[in-house]
C-alpha cells in the first residue's frame, strides 16, 4: 500500500494483502502474510482496531472510519483525524516518554497507524469493573497529565513553536466539535442523541432546569474552545488507559487540542469516581476496601499532578511564561505563583469533572461502569449519586480546594438515596 492509495477500510481478511510489505509489518510478524492472523476487537465509539499476528510478535492496526463507529454512516467524521492522533502520540511521547504505544508506521491516505501491542494489558475501566487493582495508577496518570500539560505550554516551549503548534491542531474541527455538543452542551437539554435511565427523571429535571449550573458549565466550555494553554488528551478516561497490575499506558489522543491544563484531570477524576459509584453493583465482597482504593488513586493522581508540576516548574521552566529572569534571578520566589497557577487548575477539574460525570449518562456515549448494570432500577440509585455530586461540583467548584475535600465530598454522596 502507498500513500496514494485511495482510502480504504481494511477488514481482517484484507489486512494481510494489503500491508503484507510493509517493512512496519513485516520485521516483526514475519515475511509470510498468509501466515498472519488478524482479528478485529475495536469496541471504541469511532474506529476499526486490528491485532495482527505473526509467529513472534503482533502489533495494532488502528484505522478510522468515515463515519462515527458508534452510531453509523449517518454521521460522518473526517479522516483526517488520524493525522492528530498522530501528532498527538508524538509530542506525548516527548514530553512523557514511556507512556504511550511506540509509532511504527502512519498512513496518512489510509488513516491509519500501526503501533504496539500492549500484553497482557487491557483497558483499565474493564480492570476497575472486575474489581482489579493496579500499582501505581495515581503515580503514573499524575505524571502523565503532568508532565503533558507543562511540557506542552509555553511554561516550557518556546513562543513561537507553541504558536505554530496550536497552528497545527486547529485544523482539528470535527473532533472538538464533539466534545463541545457531547460533553458540554447534550447533558443541558433534550438533545437528540441523549438518551438516560428513565428512573432519573426527576435528578436530570432539576439539572436541566438549572440556569446557573448551565451558566457555569458554558463559562467551562468557552475556556475548552478558546483557551489553548497547552495539548491535552482530550479523552483521557479510564478506557483510554491500559494496564497490567503494575504497568499502565495511555492510548487514543485523537481528541488532542491545545485547551486548558485542567481538562485531562478533570476528565479522568470523573472517570475514576464514576468507577466509584458504580461499584456496588459489581461486588459484594470487599466493596468498601475497593471503593477506598479507588479514592485513593483519586488522591495520587491530584496530588502527584501537583508535586511532578512543581518539579518541572523549578527545573524546566524555560519558555516565556513566568520566566526565571523575572523571578529567580531577581531574587524573587516563585513558589507562589506556581501554587496559584495550580489552585486555578485544580478548580478548572473539579469543573470539568462534573460536567464529565453529567455526560456520561445523560449524552451519547455512556461507560461501562454504569451500564454493564443490567437492571435500570439496580443502576439508578448510583447514577443518581453522580449526577448529584457532578451537580455540586460545578455549583460549589471554589470550595472543593483539594483531594481531601473532593474525597469526602464522594464518600458524603454514597451514602445518599436520591430515587
Ligand atoms: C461520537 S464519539 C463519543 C465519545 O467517544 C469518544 O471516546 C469520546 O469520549 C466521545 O465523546
Ligand atoms: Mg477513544
Known amino acids: 500500500m502507498t500513500q496514494s492509495d485511495a482510502y480504504k477500510p481494511l477488514t481482517p481478511e484484507t489486512l494481510p494483502a494489503r500491508l503484507g510489505k510493509l517493512p512496519a509489518m513485516t520485521t516483526r510478524l514475519g515475511e509470510d502474510f498468509t501466515a498472519w492472523t488478524v482479528k478485529e476487537v475495536g469496541d471504541g465509539n469511532l474506529n476499526l482496531v486490528f491485532i495482527v499476528a505473526g509467529a513472534k510478535d503482533s502489533v495494532i492496526v488502528k484505522q478510522a472510519l468515515p463515519y462515527v463507529r458508534l452510531v453509523g454512516d449517518s454521521w460522518p467524521l473526517p479522516l483526517y483525524r488520524a493525522f492528530y492522533e498522530h501528532c498527538a502520540l508524538t509530542r506525548q511521547a516527548q514530553r512523557a516518554p514511556g507512556t504511550v504505544p511506540e509509532i511504527y508506521h502512519f498512513d496518512e491516505a489510509q488513516a491509519l497507524i500501526v503501533m504496539q501491542f500492549l500484553s497482557p ?27 503533558t500539560a507543562f511540557r506542552g505550554s509555553e511554561l516550557s516551549m518556546q513562543s513561537a513553536a507553541k504558536k505554530a503548534d496550536v497552528g497545527v491542531f486547529s485544523g482539528n474541527v470535527d473532533i472538538p466539535a464533539i466534545t463541545e455538543s457531547l460533553v458540554f452542551t447534550d447533558p443541558y437539554y433534550d438533545a437528540e442523541m441523549n438518551n438516560h435511565n428513565a428512573l432519573l427523571d426527576p435528578v436530570v429535571e432539576s439539572i436541566r432546569s438549572n440556569i446557573e449550573l448551565k451558566r457555569r458549565v ?97 527545573e524546566e521552566r524555560t519558555g516565556m511564561l513566568y520566566p526565571t529572569a523575572l523571578f529567580e534571578s531577581q531574587g524573587h520566589d516563585s513558589s507562589k505563583a506556581c501554587e496559584q497557577l495550580l489552585a486555578d487548575t485544580h478548580t478548572d477539574a473539579m469543573a470539568f469533572c462534573g460536567i464529565e460525570m453529567h455526560r456520561r449518562c445523560l449524552s451519547l456515549a455512556h461507560n461501562a461502569d454504569f451500564e454493564d448494570i443490567e437492571n435500570p432500577v439496580k443502576r439508578a440509585p448510583l447514577e443518581a449519586r453522580n449526577l448529584q455530586m457532578g451537580m455540586q461540583l460545578i455549583l460549589d467548584t471554589e470550595s472543593v480546594s483539594d483531594e481531601h475535600a473532593l474525597i469526602a465530598m464522594a464518600k458524603d454522596y454514597n451514602q445518599r438515596s436520591f430515587v
Open 121 to 147: 494489558h487491557i483497558i483499565l475501566r474493564n480492570k476497575l469493573i472486575r474489581g482489579e487493582k493496579v500499582t501505581g495508577a495515581g503515580e503514573f496518570i499524575g505524571k502523565f497529565c503532568a508532565r
Open 218 to 314: 458554558q463559562k467551562m466550555l468557552m475556556k475548552f474552545a478558546s483557551n489553548t494553554e497547552t495539548m491535552v488528551h482530550g479523552d483521557l478516561h479510564s478506557g483510554s488507559i491500559m494496564a497490567t497490575d503494575n504497568e499502565l499506558y495511555v492510548i487514543d489522543p485523537e481528541f488532542a487540542q491545545y485547551g486548558p491544563m485542567g481538562f485531562d484531570l478533570g476528565m479522568v477524576t470523573a472517570n475514576f469516581l464514576m468507577a466509584y459509584f458504580s461499584q456496588p453493583a459489581h461486588r459484594g465482597n470487599e466493596l468498601d476496601e475497593y471503593q477506598g482504593w479507588i479514592l485513593d488513586v483519586i488522591a495520587k493522581t491530584l496530588h502527584t499532578y501537583r508535586a511532578e508540576f512543581t518539579r518541572l516548574w523549578q
